[in-house]
């Protein structure tokens, strides 16, 4: 079967003003016109995604937020709805990414939960998932990846679940330029594809997108997207340049 077709997400984290931003997005816009082989997502910061919307109108990159919560409103200070992710135009959002892990106190009953209200809401979940330096060391990795992915799917059905993009993003390889090697990303890329295989049929599992995310950068995103179950890269760092993102997005 013919991979599947690729992802090219951008996270940018706590980084830019709205201005930077909107610069940022129409550069790209105008780089990466055309390049029509893969898909492409960014997400900036809530407050820059209403005005990021106007500006990618009129290309094929798609616009994501960093979360949202599963109530559809309330009294709920901070948080932010699938609702008003809609009104701003996103399309996609990443859920559980171990920065909210590790410093904003989200587990993956929390992550369940942010999930199940994208998928009601047509939103696509970028589901983010990966073990630490110690659990590595440990020989935990796959029971860890096994919970989180369990536990984070919890309750929801295979055609719900038609648009989920799961993000292998071992937390050692975050923000810190080491990368996991292919061999290492494969063996793990695998194993999830095994694991949704188990849960959802193997036909589900064959359809859907597993990305991998932690130091990619140019010089190493061709010999990542030529591993036979990696759909893509969620990207960091590199991604808040346009001209080192573009680079990215045009992986041989
Ligand atoms: C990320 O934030 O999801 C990420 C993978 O960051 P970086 O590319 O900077 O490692």
């Known amino acids: 079967m013919a991979k599947r077709r690729p992802l090219i997400a951008g996270n940018w984290k706590m980084f830019k003003s709205c201005q930077d931003a909107v610069d940022t997005a129409r550069l790209l ?3 990466a016109s055309g390049a029509d082989h893969t898909d492409i997502m960014i997400a900036p910061s809530f407050t820059s ?3 990021v919307s106007q500006v990618l109108k009129s290309s094929a990159i798609a616009l994501g937020a960093q979360n949202l919560h599963w109530e559809k409103e309330g009294a709920f200070t901070g948080e932010i709805s699938a609702d008003m992710l809609h009104s701003c135009g996103c399309s996609h959002v990443i859920i559980g990414h171990s920065e909210r892990r590790q410093f ?3 587990c993956d009953e929390t992550v369940n939960k942010r999930i199940a209200c994208a998928v009601s809401n047509h939103l696509v979940p970028v589901f983010c998932i990966g073990e630490t330096e110690i659990e590595r060391e440990q020989d935990k990795t796959m029971n860890i990846l096994d919970k989180q992915v369990k536990d984070g799917l919890k ?3 295979s055609d719900e679940l038609k648009a989920l993009v799961l993000a292998y993003e071992p937390v050692w390889a975050i923000g810190t330029g080491k990368t996991a090697t292919p061999d290492q990303v494969q063996d793990v890329h695998l194993f999830l594809r095994s694991l949704i295989g188990d849960v959802y049929g193997i036909e589900f599992a064959k359809s859907i997108r597993i990305i991998y995310g932690g130091s990619v950068k140019p010089a190493n995103i061709s010999e990542l997207m030529m591993l036979e179950d990696v759909d893509g890269a969620l990207v960091g760092g ?10 990215i997005i045009r992986f041989k």
């Open 238 to 247: 590199a991604s808040l340049d346009a001209e080192t993102f573009n680079k």
């Open 29 to 31: 816009a105008g780089l």
């Open 49 to 51: 995604l209403f005005p």
């Open 155 to 157: 309750g929801l059905g």
């Open 104 to 106: 904003f106190g989200e």
